[in-house]
Structure formats: structure tokens, C-alpha cells
């Protein structure tokens, strides 16, 4: 039999296990969730929990969270809106990236931010780019999620929702800008953190389609000169994905004819050229008078 220590009140087992967790931020749903092995057990690494609720629900998740609240578990995180708590005691300090990533479960770094990370451009921007989904978008993968995590709860509507969580402009003293995207990337982990970051494939994707949150299609060709062969899988791979044949049309354009790449699938991009269309490599410029004859696209960078 399992040996039970000192009996411990609910708040107090809350507040144990979050400082285990070395949980730096929650939002209400975290919290739940956190909660949740609490109430099914009873105890916590072996201490049994006094008073514990026989029901839960929103009102008293949230009646809980004051109570942390004024015994200095939990104080309100100003970097956003609503419904984001600091845990006092947490042994570590987020970062910008790391907060907003804790906060929404599909944001993720990328544009300039995604270029510096993985050492494809040297600019240091001074502002953190991160991309959400589309608010459309963004309630499905809520729902998914949320059906997902409720699978075995009853009465779902009752318990904490996951929550779009508003971002200030400055997060942890960083000005922040956030992108929607009707088509998102499926971002990776980044080790040793709790960020998420868009894939190499897909940063070298966004360079073409959003050259102006690159750095300008000048510096996105620099990079492509200087790291595409490196990457050359992984871009033609994303290119490959995407629907956007503009995309297809650039990045054809660069890695055949301006870098001299050789890869099998890039001649298949060529059925998204267009004779006599408004393609240019960047959408920004007037036309100029060069072309490519094979990818049908204005050469105006």
C-alpha cells in the first residue's frame, strides 16, 4: 500500500505542483488541465488533498484561481490582455517567443524572426514576427483540440475553454507583430524550449510569398544565394506544398535559372508559368524590360 503523507488542502497541492512543474505562465484551460490528475486521484505525489470539490466548472476553476491569486501563486501577466497568470515562484523568466507560444497553441516564429533563428540572414530584427492562424481557422483548431482534450468529460460547455488570448504589442519589453495566416505552417519544436518555429522549407516559402516581412526581395535573394543549396530539399519539398503558383513560379525562377540548382521536381513548376500574365519576381517594382522565357516572369530585383 502506498504510504500517504500530512493531508494538504487543494490550493495548496495547486500550488506544489505547478512550482514542480516549472510552469512559468497558464491560462485558464492550462490550468484545468493541470488540475484535472488532481481531482481524479485525490493527491498529489502522495499527499492526500483535503476538501476536494466533488464538481467542477468554470466558476469555481476561476473562484480557485483568485485564491492563488491572493495567496501569490498566481499574479495577472500584463504582456497580455486577459486570462494569462505569471506562477510567483516559477524558477524560470519566458521569453517573448516562449510566452506567446504558452499562451496560443498554434502561434509559431517566423519571417525574420524564423530567418534568424536558423542563421539564414544577418539581421537582428527588433521586432519578434509570430504567425497565428486566421481567426476562422484558428476557432476550428480550437475545437479539434478541445474535443480532443474533453474526449472523456462530460458536460464540456461547462469546463474552461480554450481561449484566444489578445498579445500586446510589447511582450517581456519585445515589440511583437503578429501575422494571421489563412494557411499556417505546421510548425516544429525547438529543443530545449517550449517554442514552436515554422520549418526551414516553409520560412524559404514565406521569403517568396511575403518578401516585404523578409527583410525586401533583395536581401530574400541574398539568402537564396547563400543558403538555398544547403536547404535545397527542404525548399523544394515546401514548394512543393504550397498552392500559391507565384511561389512555384519565384522559386523556379531562383534555384534554376539564377542559382543553377539542380533538383528532379523543380521542371515540374513550370506548368504554373504563364504566358502574357502580371508575374513578377517582386510584386513591388514596375516590370522592367527582362524576362525569363522559361518561367514567364518579369526579372524586376
Known amino acids: 500500500m502506498e504510504f500517504i503523507t500530512v493531508p494538504i488542502y487543494f490550493s495548496q497541492a495547486i500550488a506544489r505542483m505547478l512550482a514542480d512543474a516549472d510552469l512559468p505562465l497558464v491560462t485558464e484551460y492550462q490550468l484545468y488541465h493541470r488540475v484535472r490528475p488532481l481531482l481524479a486521484t485525490g493527491q498529489y505525489s502522495g499527499e492526500r488533498i483535503l476538501r476536494l470539490p466533488a464538481y467542477w466548472s468554470q466558476p469555481q476553476h476561476r473562484a480557485m484561481i483568485r485564491t492563488l491569486e491572493k495567496r501569490r501563486v498566481l499574479a495577472p501577466d500584463e504582456d497580455f490582455k486577459a486570462g494569462v497568470w505569471r506562477v510567483v515562484q516559477a524558477a524560470i523568466a519566458p521569453t517573448a517567443e516562449e510566452a506567446i507560444c504558452l499562451v496560443d497553441?498554434?502561434?509559431?516564429?517566423?519571417?525574420?524572426?524564423?530567418?534568424q533563428r536558423y542563421g539564414v540572414t544577418d539581421r537582428s530584427p527588433e521586432a519578434l514576427h509570430v504567425t497565428t492562424p486566421a481567426r476562422t481557422l484558428w476557432t476550428h483548431m480550437r475545437d479539434v483540440q478541445m474535443a480532443e482534450d474533453y474526449e472523456d468529460e462530460p458536460a464540456q460547455s461547462l469546463l474552461p475553454q480554450l481561449s484566444r488570448i489578445g498579445i500586446r504589442e510589447q511582450v517581456?519589453?519585445?515589440?511583437?507583430?503578429?501575422h494571421e495566416s489563412k494557411h499556417p505552417a505546421e510548425p516544429a519544436p525547438i529543443a530545449g524550449s517550449v517554442s514552436r518555429i515554422a520549418t526551414i522549407g516553409r520560412v524559404f516559402v514565406d521569403m517568396l510569398d511575403q518578401p516585404l516581412?523578409?527583410?525586401?526581395?533583395?536581401h530574400v535573394l541574398d539568402c537564396y544565394?547563400?543558403?538555398a543549396a544547403q536547404w535545397?530539399?527542404?525548399?523544394?519539398?515546401?514548394?512543393?506544398?504550397?498552392?500559391?503558383?507565384i511561389v512555384k513560379v519565384r522559386a523556379g525562377y531562383i534555384l534554376d535559372e539564377m542559382l543553377g540548382l539542380l533538383h528532379p521536381d523543380i521542371?515540374?513548376?513550370?506548368?504554373?508559368?504563364?504566358?502574357?500574365?502580371?508575374?513578377?519576381?517582386d510584386s513591388q517594382a514596375p516590370y522592367g524590360q527582362v524576362f525569363s522565357e522559361k518561367w514567364m516572369i518579369a526579372l524586376n530585383a
Open 105 to 115: 497553441p498554434f502561434a509559431y516564429i517566423s519571417h525574420l524572426s524564423a530567418m
Open 172 to 178: 517581456r519589453r519585445r515589440r511583437v507583430i503578429i
Open 213 to 218: 516581412l523578409c527583410g525586401g526581395i533583395r
Open 225 to 227: 544565394d547563400r543558403h
Open 232 to 245: 535545397l530539399d527542404e525548399i523544394v519539398a515546401a514548394v512543393d506544398t504550397t498552392d500559391s503558383p
Open 267 to 281: 521542371n515540374g513548376w513550370t506548368r504554373c508559368a504563364q504566358r502574357g500574365g502580371s508575374r513578377k519576381l
